[in-house]
């Protein structure tokens, strides 16, 4: 089979211009079976994931499904094959994005500039939030489980690059990160370090003044530990040491 490249990070996308596909039911079902490359999925675990409310005949419909899915891929569609249990897409996992992103993410290795570049190259693969096109309800809570690996990821790489001495360039990309998730203490701590460690430490400290006052107003509770062991460093003045140094995230 001719090889072709998939992607989940961001809207369905296959890399083969003969193919199109417009029901949605056939990108729910690729997908699905995208998630596991090589991998058999259970009928029972596929009808889940394209049908909201399964029909009658959810066994049956889903064969009607999987045909004319192997039909609208054209030479793809050999590639999907009828196991034991359910099926299975046999495609190799570095054709699709996102298992070439988890890859790439747990390969952690000793030198920061080496996982810092291998960090770079598995966000990039991303083209927008995982699974955008496909809107079965199993697949939101998936495509909600696989964004998180993303913010997961972009955390691990804001701390390399804090520890390797990039901190006004990182400023203005924490700023909107905080804005976009500001119950994400990870981003206000990077910030925090960013900006006292550029010579900003009253805007460090208005940092957490803002986190403090958005988590009494909407939560009834305090920012966690590491903020708070942070805002006290930079108020007294001490030393500060890299993000790791800080301990386990939100022990409160």
Request: proline share 4%; net charge neutral; glycine share 8%.
């Amino acid at each position: 089979m001719k090889s072709c490249e998939f992607g989940l990070l961001g809207e369905l996308s296959i890399d083969d211009g003969a193919v199109t596909l417009k029901a949605a039911k056939l990108r729910a079902l690729l997908a699905a079976l995208l998630l596991h490359a090589g991998r058999p999925v259970s009928q029972n675990d596929l009808v889940e994931r394209v049908w909201d409310e399964p029909p009658s005949r959810a066994s049956s419909t889903l064969q009607v499904y999987v045909v004319r899915l192997r039909h609208a891929l054209g030479h793809v569609g050999s590639s999907i094959v009828r196991s034991s249990t359910g099926y299975r897409i046999d495609v190799e996992a570095d054709q699709v994005d996102l298992h070439r992103f988890r890859r790439l993410v747990a390969h952690r290795v000793t030198d920061a500039r080496t996982e810092l570049g291998e960090l770079r190259e598995a966000l990039s693969l991303w083209r927008g939030p995982a699974l955008a096109d496909i809107t079965s309800e199993a697949m939101r809570f998936e495509a909600d489980r696989i964004d998180e690996e993303r913010l997961a990821a972009v955390e691990r790489r804001i701390e390399l690059e804090v520890e390797l001495g990039a901190h006004r360039e990182l400023v203005p990309e924490l700023r909107a990160l905080t804005r976009r998730h500001p119950l994400r203490e990870r981003f206000a701590e990077f910030l925090m370090l960013a900006l006292h460690r550029g010579g900003r430490s009253a805007d460090a400290l208005e940092v957490y003044r803002g986190v403090h006052r958005m988590f009494a107003d909407e939560l009834g509770v305090r920012p966690g530990r590491r903020l708070a062991e942070l805002n006290a460093q930079i108020l007294g003045g001490r030393e500060i040491g890299p993000p790791s140094c800080l301990g386990p995230l939100n022990r409160r």
